[in-house]
């Protein structure tokens, strides 16, 4: 395995994440905000020596995957299992919303928050199988020591929690374009370098990582 570096990014704000919706799988894109954080972003990682960009193929990931690739100079390499939890007819609501209008299904999640699947939507637990499955092939295709993966708060979370030791899913937080950036060591261990750092924003505001709370 030549890969010795990962670097985690979420994508850049939209609309609802600055309402506190939570956007599941829905073709939300970057607002302008989103795109300005991103654009800084772009101007911090071109010279960090990066030999790879793979992406969520939602919009609001490809979106911030391209202004990247723009001072990268090469394409990003989209894979649909590096998207968020799908989350059914949740999507589009807050926090409140979900624990009003579905109180037994809500207190089902709570319950088991690992293996409760959402209706029309996915558990803690499909999500975290795809995400490994994903970053397993991706250090397979062997494109060199240090990689970006672009991809969302609830997924990065997901695979943190099952290749790095000690940490808990939901520990790292994960805000709008922060870069949170892994290492491996010589005993083949993953260790977290960075996490959520937003220092490229030079104090533009973020939105931090919304979870769906226990």
């Known amino acids: 395995m030549t890969v010795k570096r990962v670097i985690f990014i979420r994508p850049g704000e939209t609309d609802w994440n600055r309402d506190l919706r939570f956007q599941g799988q829905v073709a939300i894109?970057?607002?302008?905000?989103?795109q300005r954080q991103a654009q800084r972003l772009a101007n911090f990682i071109r010279n960090i020596g990066l030999s790879a960009l793979y992406t969520s193929?939602?919009?609001?990931?490809?979106?911030?995957?391209?202004?990247?690739?723009?001072?990268?100079?090469?394409?990003?390499?989209?894979?649909?299992?590096?998207?968020?939890?799908?989350?059914?007819?949740?999507?589009?609501?807050?926090?409140?919303?979900?624990?009003?209008?579905?109180?037994?299904?809500?207190?089902?999640?709570?319950?088991?928050?690992?293996?409760?699947?959402?209706?029309?939507?996915?558990?803690?637990?499909d999500v975290r199988e795809r995400m490994q499955a994903a970053f397993t092939e991706i250090l397979q295709q062997d494109r060199g020591e240090t990689i970006c993966i672009i991809s969302h708060s609830t997924a990065i979370n997901a695979l943190l929690s099952i290749i790095v030791p000690d940490i808990t899913f939901g520990k790292v937080d994960v805000s709008n374009t922060s870069v949170t950036t892994i290492r491996l060591d010589d005993s083949g261990k993953w260790h977290i370098v960075t996490a959520d750092d937003v220092t490229h924003l030079e104090g533009m505001p973020t939105q931090k990582v919304q979870e769906l709370e226990e």
């Open 57 to 125: 193929d939602l919009k609001r990931a490809v979106q911030t995957a391209e202004l990247l690739a723009e001072k990268l100079g090469f394409s990003p390499i989209l894979d649909s299992r590096l998207r968020e939890r799908a989350i059914g007819g949740w999507q589009g609501l807050t926090q409140k919303e979900i624990q009003n209008w579905y109180p037994a299904d809500y207190q089902q999640f709570l319950a088991d928050p690992e293996n409760y699947r959402v209706i029309g939507g996915e558990s803690r637990k």
């Open 29 to 34: 894109p970057l607002n302008e905000h989103g």
